[in-house]
Structure formats: structure tokens, C-alpha cells
T-cell receptor, first 114, second 111 residues
Framework: EPEVTQTPSHQVTQMGQEVILRCVPI?????FYWYRQILGQKVEFLVS????????KSEIFDDQFSVERPDGSNFTLKIRSTKLEDSAMYFC????????????FGPGTRLTVL | GESVGLHLPTLSVQEGDNSIINCAYS??????FIWYKQESGKGPQFIID?????DKRQGQRVTVLLNKTVKHLSLQIAATQPGDSAVYFC??????????FGAGTRLFVKA
């Protein structure tokens, strides 16, 4: 069964460093999303992406964040200068149709900022 | 503003009993609702969804009920099994590209 994959599973970085989290969505999906989940808290929407541009973003997704689909298979989230409060699980998701349809989530990347 | 919340943070049930997990939402413009299951160390897993033109939808052992009058959503799990132990999130969508998750309820199934 097709699934969303994410790498790395765990990323440790120093405050102020740039990180890139990678995702491979399900191959025939057209809509892509990033969410984050601080330990023990709810899942928070960051951004949605369709047709090579951001469709919607939350207030969390500030100038330090960017997304890219560099080729036909990868979808990346970049944090330019990490802060301690960026420590969280980051989940990528994809859907064949819009956000008002089933989204498939990856296993997540745990980001630890020291 | 937009918010989705849950009445109970934890729920403990006996194996074989039915479970009911509740959720309140505040955005009357939301028209698509989803229940997700999250097991420890994994990403959210879609369970069932419902659109605002329905008030009930059934899946395999799960039923979602939507009461738009009081902005309430519930997930019923029949014959709860140990494998159902997880955190359950409700989520809502207003037809755009943003999905708002609730706080989550942890379900414990006692054998």
C-alpha cells in the first residue's frame, strides 16, 4: 500500500542552524501539507501546497519557514534559523484531492533544537 | 475564531465495550470533519470522515455522529479492542486548505 515517507526520523540541531525536513508524498497525490506536534500537544497545521505554490499557511509559518517541491517526488520543509521552540514532531501529509478529503500522514521527523 | 476541542482528555474502557469520544467545534462554517487515530511514535491515521450535509456515517466498527445544532462531533467504536488504544483527534475543515485539529483524547482499553 502506498505511503508517505519522511527523512530523517530524528534530527538534532543547534539553535540558529538551518534544517531541511524531507518528505516523499504518495506518488499520484497533488496536495501536500506540513503539520507539527509539540510533545503531548495537538497537531498544528503549518502549510498546504498545491500546483507548486502555497495554498494556505498558519500564523506559525513565518519567514523562517519555507517549502519546496524540488522535483517530482520530494516535498521539503526548511527552517532557516531554528529556535528552541521549534522542537517538535513534524508530519508531512498528502491527499489526492483537496484538504477536505482524506489526508495520508507520514511517520514524522522528530526535530530537537539544542 | 476557529477552535476544535475535546470534552475528556482520557477515556478508559473495558475490552469488548463500546467507546464514545466527543468533540466540540466552534466554527459554524466548517463543513468537513475527520477523526484521526495516533498511536505512540506514529503519524495520525485517518479513521472516518463526515461532511456537514450528513449527521451520521458508519465504517467498520466506527460511527461518527455530527450535530450541527450544538456543534458536536462524536466517534463511537464498537467492541473496543486493545489495538484501539491510542490518542484520537477530531479535526475540521472549512473547505479551504487548512485543517484544524482538536486537543486529543487518549483511549485506554483494559483487557
Amino acid at each position: 500500500e502506498p505511503e508517505v515517507t519522511q527523512t530523517p526520523s530524528h534530527q538534532v540541531t543547534q539553535m540558529g542552524q538551518e534544517v531541511i525536513l524531507r518528505c516523499v508524498p504518495i506518488s499520484n497525490h497533488l496536495y501536500f501539507y506540513w503539520y507539527r506536534q509539540i510533545l503531548g500537544q495537538k497537531v498544528e497545521f503549518l502549510v498546504s501546497f498545491y500546483n507548486n505554490e502555497i495554498s494556505e499557511k498558519s500564523e506559525i509559518f513565518d519567514d523562517q519557514f519555507s517549502v519546496e517541491r524540488p522535483d517530482g517526488s520530494n516535498f521539503t520543509l526548511k527552517i532557516r534559523s531554528t529556535k528552541l521552540e521549534d522542537s517538535a514532531m513534524y508530519f508531512c501529509a498528502s491527499s489526492a484531492q483537496g484538504a477536505d478529503n482524506e489526508q495520508f500522514f507520514g511517520p514524522g521527523t522528530r526535530l530537537t533544537v539544542l | 475564531g476557529e477552535s476544535v476541542g475535546l470534552h475528556l482528555p482520557t477515556l478508559s474502557v473495558q475490552e469488548g465495550d463500546n467507546s464514545i469520544i466527543n468533540c466540540a467545534y466552534s466554527n459554524s462554517a466548517s463543513d468537513y470533519f475527520i477523526w484521526y487515530k495516533q498511536e505512540s511514535g506514529k503519524g495520525p491515521q485517518f479513521i472516518i470522515d463526515i461532511r456537514s450535509n450528513m449527521d451520521k456515517r458508519q465504517g467498520q466498527r466506527v460511527t461518527v455522529l455530527l450535530n450541527k445544532t450544538v456543534k458536536h462531533l462524536s466517534l463511537q467504536i464498537a467492541a473496543t479492542q486493545p489495538g484501539d488504544s491510542a490518542v484520537y483527534f477530531c479535526a475540521e475543515n472549512t473547505g479551504g486548505f487548512k485543517t484544524i485539529f482538536g486537543a486529543g483524547t487518549r483511549l485506554f482499553v483494559k483487557a
